[in-house]
């Protein structure tokens, strides 16, 4: 691995750091402040994280600095990102009534799996 990918790796590591925070932080404000339902909650701030973490990997991470692509990829991420909403909602299902997991551990969780295979495509189809 050379010098780049690596810093490229450590750059998406932290975006997905803060993209978990920021996951969790809203996660925590609608499920256990306001007493949203865990699933609506989730996905509330599934895609409230979403803006985030598109800037984070467009700019930073993948340094795609080019606007006139931005339609494209953003069409790309928001279509990887439903396919992940979908996972997220289907995989907190799982742990959380299934396996009786907490719903903060096992968003975290979630977030990590998704990220693992979001890498990936993120640097090979979205901003490659």
């Known amino acids: 691995m050379n010098q780049m990918n690596f810093a490229r790796i450590i750059r ?3 975006t997905g750091a803060v993209t978990v925070v920021t996951l ?22 599934f895609l409230i994280t979403l803006c985030v973490s598109f800037t984070l990997q467009k700019f930073w991470v993948f340094e795609s600095q080019g606007l006139l692509e931005i339609k494209q990829q953003m069409g790309k991420y928001i279509l990887l990102s439903l396919c992940n909403l979908a ?33 990936f495509l993120y640097a090979k189809v979205i901003f490659k």
């Not at 396996?99 to 903060?104: A, D, M, P, S």
């Open 12 to 14: 998406y590591l932290i």
């Open 24 to 45: 969790i932080g809203v996660l925590y404000l609608l499920r256990d402040v306001l007493q949203i339902w865990y699933l609506l909650a989730s996905t509330i701030a």
């Open 87 to 119: 996972a997220n909602t289907a995989l907190m299902y799982v742990l959380v009534d299934r396996l009786q997991l907490n719903h903060l551990f096992a968003q975290a969780v979630v977030a990590g799996i998704l990220a693992c295979w979001g890498f």
